[in-house]
T-cell receptor
Framework: DVKVTQSSRYLVKRTGEKVFLECVQD?????MFWYRQDPGLGLRLIYF???????EKGDIPEGYSVSREKKERFSLILESASTNQTSMYLC????????????FGPGTRLTVT | GDSVTQMEGPVTLSEEAFLTINCTYT??????LFWYVQYPGEGLQLLLK?????DKGSNKGFEATYRKETTSFHLEKGSVQVSDSAVYFC?????????FGAGTRLFVKA
């Protein structure tokens, strides 16, 4: 079974802190994604990566950056956390074929106070 | 741009009732279509999928048929259970990005 793990289930940070969210997948997938999920807004794509060291902006990249130094790991970075970044963050991975489904991690619920 | 529209929730049903959650999409070409389910406190997981017109995806008693003529992929289940209470997302692939609907929350009462 494909497994996607995220470093924390719950995280509480203060405004202005630098926050790292880590995601690891164990199935050698080329593509990885970061979403945020908010009530009434569904899933919104923040960044994605189609291969190691490759990254592309999604629909809401402002205030975020990413890093993919190894194929299995995709990190989301909040350079200076703000209260409007309080949300559920979901990581996903997928093989290269676009017809395939995405595999999601359990999510990290981030609260910025 | 491409989009996925699904019925707003919440949907509340009694156990053993019939379930339909409507989903329509816009897209050029022939996208793959998916239904994902999210149980409380968890990430999304694939429920079923269809990759071409007239395909029927099925899993755990849920079904959805890829209807190209109506650009729809409605989710159905003949008899829901309390354990089906979750949020259901319709999605279309076929490109690098997957487009998700807003999600429909289902409550099933015993």
């Amino acid at each position: 079974d494909v497994k996607v793990t995220q470093s924390s289930r719950y995280l509480v940070k203060r405004t202005g802190e630098k926050v790292f969210l880590e995601c690891v997948q164990d199935m050698d997938h080329e593509n990885m994604f970061w979403y945020r999920q908010d009530p009434g807004l569904g899933l919104r794509l923040i960044y994605f990566s189609y291969d190691v060291k490759m990254k592309e902006k999604g629909d809401i990249p402002e205030g975020y950056s990413v890093s993919r130094e190894k194929k299995e790991r995709f990190s989301l970075i909040l350079e200076s956390a703000s209260t409007n970044q309080t949300s559920m963050y979901l990581c996903a991975s997928r093989p290269q074929e676009y017809t395939r489904e995405q595999y999601f991690g359990p999510g990290t619920r981030l609260t910025v106070t | 741009g491409d989009s996925v529209t699904q019925m707003e929730g919440p949907v509340t049903l009694s156990e053993e009732a019939f379930l339909t959650i409507n989903c329509t999409y816009t897209a050029t070409g022939y996208p793959s279509l998916f239904w994902y389910v999210q149980y409380p406190g968890e990430g999304l997981q694939l429920l079923l999928k269809a990759t071409k017109a007239d395909d029927k995806g099925s899993n755990k008693g849920f079904e959805a048929t890829y209807r190209k003529e109506t650009t729809s992929f409605h989710l159905e289940k003949g008899s829901v259970q309390v354990s089906d209470s979750a949020v259901y997302f319709c999605a279309r692939g076929g490109g690098f990005k997957t487009i998700f609907g807003a999600g429909t929350r289902l409550f099933v009462k015993a």
